[in-house]
């Protein structure tokens, strides 16, 4: 994917961005309940799976905040133009692989593309990534827990991808909702750019495709 470079010399964030990239543990996190029920109805009237439809929605929503394009790349920022997603995927050993999955495709070809990359990694996927990795959301789904809080293992010198984790789907009182959580680089996001991806997100499971 294309990226440009972004001269925080120059950016409103500057200050922000000097301040925590300097800190030992620089993310932030936050868990929010999400409401599914418009796209699990949806989903099961069409038939198409769950995952792959939440996590295309969880992409376009990522994509739509440009602060979650952005990557700290040596002495300097870029931001992508768009991000692929890079997932793990359960295999019947009980181990996992990653997988790598294009949001910026359209739905079907989203879909189809994303079925045959699922089953290649089931069956002989791993956990090693070739390559720039810069681009990718860092995607991962719990479905075995409604949970909700999150930790998770963090790389030292920080990576500044963006993570993204849902759990399990409960329905109480009519609606369904599942927990979502976002961890960022603090250095290049801030509350109100989770803000905006869960806005986003909300908007986008609520109405019909």
């Not at 069956?123 to 479905?143: K, L, M, Q, R």
């Amino acid at each position: 994917m294309e990226k440009q470079i972004v001269d925080m010399s120059q950016d409103p964030r500057r200050e922000q961005f000097d301040y925590f990239r300097s800190m030992a543990d620089p993310y932030v996190g936050v868990t929010c309940e999400v409401d599914v029920t418009a796209l699990t109805e949806k989903l099961r009237i069409s038939g198409a799976p769950f995952f792959l439809s939440f996590t295309y929605e969880v992409l376009a929503a990522a994509n739509a905040v440009p602060e979650l394009r952005r990557r700290i790349e040596g002495d300097r920022v870029v931001e992508y133009s768009s991000c692929r997603c890079s997932c793990t995927v359960a295999k019947p050993d009980g181990a996992y692989a990653y997988c790598t999955l294009d949001g910026v495709l359209p739905w079907e070809a989203f879909l189809a593309d994303g079925r045959k990359a699922l089953e290649a990694a089931r069956n002989g996927g791993t956990i090693h990534e070739d390559g720039d990795c810069g681009e990718y959301f860092f995607a991962s789904c719990v479905p075995w827990l409604h949970y909700t809080s999150m930790t998770q293992p963090i790389p030292r010198p920080a990576y500044s991808n963006v993570r993204l984790t849902w759990g399990r789907c409960v329905t109480e009182n009519g609606r369904t909702s599942l927990p979502v959580t976002v961890l960022a680089h603090h250095a290049l996001v801030d509350g109100i750019h989770l803000g905006k991806f869960y806005q986003e997100l909300e908007k986008r499971v609520s109405k019909a495709r």
